[in-house]
């Protein structure tokens, strides 16, 4: 089993910033790709960016390409999502998320889940 807890997020205004942290517990973290999922109010949960176990391969959804920055901390058990030039699109509950796979993330999903944290960012 692999614990996952998110920390971060919260309330922004477009153009903002915000980081997502997610400390990982249980099995070993290095054996394990991560990532980030949304889901937006009404609408299904979205792949938004994976990264490999040696964080050396990294995988965005189109949207946000270019403003979110995914990255590792092997030794500290922790993944993180710098969000730049946020847009009240944006705006969901974001989860981090365990696999074996990177590659595969967006479109098989992730063995493991944290609960989630909102981002809201306003117009």
């Known amino acids: 089993q692999v614990q996952l807890v998110e920390s971060g997020g919260g309330l922004v205004q477009a153009g903002g910033s915000l980081r997502l942290s997610c400390a990982a517990s249980g099995r070993t973290f290095s054996n394990y790709a991560m990532g980030w999922f949304r889901q937006a109010p009404g609408k299904e949960r979205e792949f938004v960016a994976a990264i490999n176990r040696s964080g050396n391969s990294i995988y965005y959804v189109d949207s946000v390409k270019g403003r979110f920055t995914i990255s590792r901390d092997n030794a500290k058990n922790t993944v993180f999502l710098q969000m730049n030039s946020l847009k009240p699109e944006d705006t969901a509950v974001y989860y981090c998320?365990?696999?074996?796979?990177?590659?595969?993330?967006?479109?098989?999903?992730?063995?493991?889940w944290g609960k989630g944290r909102l981002v809201t960012v306003s117009s």
């Open positions: 998320a365990a696999a074996l796979s990177a590659s595969r993330m967006s479109r098989d999903g992730a063995d493991y």
